[in-house]
């Protein structure tokens, strides 16, 4: 029924995911509606004679707002003809709401005549929602399970195929082994049923993965939402392949509305609010999350950022380790190794880092080994700090950020001649990119100013300019657009500016303002080369004295919070 009816267009359709939450809870239609945003509700009754092998099905559609019956049929049918009686229910319905089907038997979507690949498909779409490596372990053998019950089942491949795409994105399984097999798994969805909304939804997200193949993706997404309009999940994977966030939180927003019981289309708009630094409305959408599913671990991932860079590292640490303890996850345990770093606490760091380093990605490798130089320094053990640094420089890149990292550490072991051989080789190396994200666009920006630091040196004064101007420029972008919440770390980057203009005042507070918002990295500028000018200024001693103690403040905030979460004792 949901199938058929999402098809209709014009008619938003309440998700699986989203209906399938009020099963067997007892609440006021009213309330439901108004929970959902739908003007109406079908609901019905299955009572089943095993004298006679017949059914009783009874369904009712109510108009929400008046709390009146709109219609009400009785099917009486054999239990062998339980699909027709579906095909009636739905054809009722639209009659009903004066609505049309879409034409022909072939505009409705393929169904399964199987109720063993029914019930298998619907365990596959809870379990491909959570979204949790298991979980999509788990939507793989369900919906494999529905096509080997039914190998006409459209449906079900589409599942297969989300459940193996998504798995190659979250890198839990490797792309060159089960890429073929995905594209495979939809190209027979399509066969089957080659104006399946969720199909060509399928296709768009496969493609989105596919090098240099956004804007075919684009054109199968907008066909999968003009097919399928209450399809929540095409509207979501549509709005991750735009570039401006604006309109990608309108499509957000959408996939939300469509299907608001979903966790996963709830956290990308809960994200995309922190990054604006719409704290606060975040957090509503967290608690939403959380209602809807309180072991979804993104949702306390999310929580955890906004309590960082709000200064509340006690919150931030138990909102991180409760998201790892629901889903291990790398990123998530160097983010506790780094605020662990930051605040001194290098022991519990150092847990983190042995938990982390197994787990650390091909990708993030050069990641992991730059965190572990920033413990070192923060520590003032410049030996191992110049290990994990000579470590970086000796990896053979793979990706571009690689480059910059290996620049980055030439730089600040003084080998300069080296580092800005290695920058002006950067700037043409045939190497892919990293998936942007706050990390890569603050290594860039590093080792770009770096870059400057050493033309300066080496007397390339034009080039120099050339760069810090398109630099500054980024930087006044960034920290001007509405499309981004504030970053401590960009006013660090802009002392460090002022500091390469010889403009010492500037750059000191520009460095005060960093420390206002909350930068903590106070180990970073005495081994900065681009702050030389002003590391040995009175007021810069006094502001570094200041911050390290407002961070033994929260290490003794911290200390009593972790002795209270521990209870009272006998």
């Known amino acids: 029924m949901l199938n058929v009816l999402s098809r209709i267009t014009d008619l938003r359709v309440a998700a699986r995911t989203t209906s399938f939450a009020y099963k067997g809870v007892n609440k006021d239609t009213a309330i439901i509606g108004k929970e959902l945003n739908v003007s109406y509700i079908l609901e019905g009754s299955v009572r089943r004679n095993d004298l006679n092998n ?17 219609w009400s049929k009785t099917f009486d049918r054999q239990f062998t003809d339980l699909f027709r009686i579906q095909d009636d229910i739905s054809a009722a319905v639209a009659e009903s709401l004066e609505l049309t089907l879409l034409g022909n038997a072939s505009s409705i979507p393929s169904t399964s005549t199987s109720p063993t690949a029914m019930i298998a498909f619907s365990m596959g779409q809870e379990a491909l929602a959570k979204r949790t490596e298991e979980g999509l372990k788990d939507a793989v053998r369900y919906f494999q399970r529905a096509i080997d019950e039914d190998p006409e089942y459209a449906l079900a491949y589409t599942g297969l195929a989300d459940s193996l795409t998504l798995q190659m994105n979250y890198r839990y399984i490797p792309k060159a082994a089960n890429n073929a097999s995905a594209q495979a798994t939809i190209d027979k969805a399509l066969s089957l049923d080659p104006n399946l909304g969720n199909a060509w939804a399928s296709k768009g997200l496969w493609l989105s993965q596919q090098k240099g193949k956004i804007e075919q993706a684009k054109s199968a997404l907008q066909r999968a939402m003009a097919l399928n309009p209450s399809y929540g999940m095409a509207a979501m994977w549509y709005a991750g392949l735009l570039e401006n966030k604006e309109e990608q939180l309108t499509y957000y927003e959408k996939a939300s509305a469509l299907d ?44 955890a950022r906004i309590s960082n860079r709000r200064g509340r590292i006690g919150e931030a640490i138990s909102n991180y380790k409760t998201s790892y303890e ?26 983190w880092f042995s938990i982390v380093e197994p787990q650390v990605p091909v990708t993030f490798k050069n990641r992991f080994l730059w ?65 942007p994200d706050g990390f890569s666009q603050s290594i860039r920006m590093e080792s770009d100013l770096g870059a400057v630091d050493l033309l300066i040196r080496n007397k390339e004064k034009v080039a120099a300019d050339l760069l810090l101007t398109k630099l500054t420029q980024q930087l006044d972008d960034r920290m001007n657009t509405t499309h981004r919440s504030p970053d401590p770390s960009d006013w660090y980057q802009r002392a460090r500016i002022a500091a390469l203009q010889n403009n010492e005042a500037m750059a000191l507070i520009h460095l005060q303002r960093a420390v206002d918002e909350g930068w903590r990295e106070f180990w970073r500028t005495g081994h900065d ?29 911290f200390a009593i919070e972790t002795e209270f979460d521990g209870g009272w004792g006998a």
Not at 329 to 350: C, H, P, R, W
Not at 533 to 549: E, P, R, V
């Open 529 to 557: 080369p681009a702050m030389e000018l002003i590391i040995n200024h009175k007021s810069f001693q006094t502001m570094m004295a200041g911050l390290q103690n407002r961070l033994s403040i929260i290490r003794e905030q």
């Open 326 to 351: 629901l889903q291990p996850n790398a990123e998530v345990a160097m983010s506790l190794a780094k605020i662990y770093s930051d605040i001194g606490e290098f022991t519990q760091a150092d847990e």
């Open 54 to 70: 017949t059914i009783r099905v009874t369904a009712q559609l109510i108009d929400v707002a008046a709390g009146a019956h709109l």
């Open 371 to 435: 965190l572990k130089v920033s413990r070192y320094v923060a520590a003032n053990d410049m030996i191992a700090a110049n290990t994990y640094l000579d470590k970086i420089i000796n990896l053979t890149p793979t990706y571009h950020e690689d480059m910059q990292l290996q620049f980055l550490s030439l730089y600040y072991q003084e080998q300069y001649t080296e580092a800005l051989a290695l920058y002006k080789r950067l700037q043409t190396a045939q190497l892919p990119m990293n998936k």
């Open 260 to 303: 608001p019981k979903s966790t996963v289309a709830a956290y990308n708009v809960a994200s995309l609010y922190q990054q604006f630094g719409r704290d606060h409305e975040a957090m509503q959408m967290f608690t939403l999350m959380i209602n809807a599913d309180p072991y979804y671990p993104k949702a306390y991932e999310l929580a």
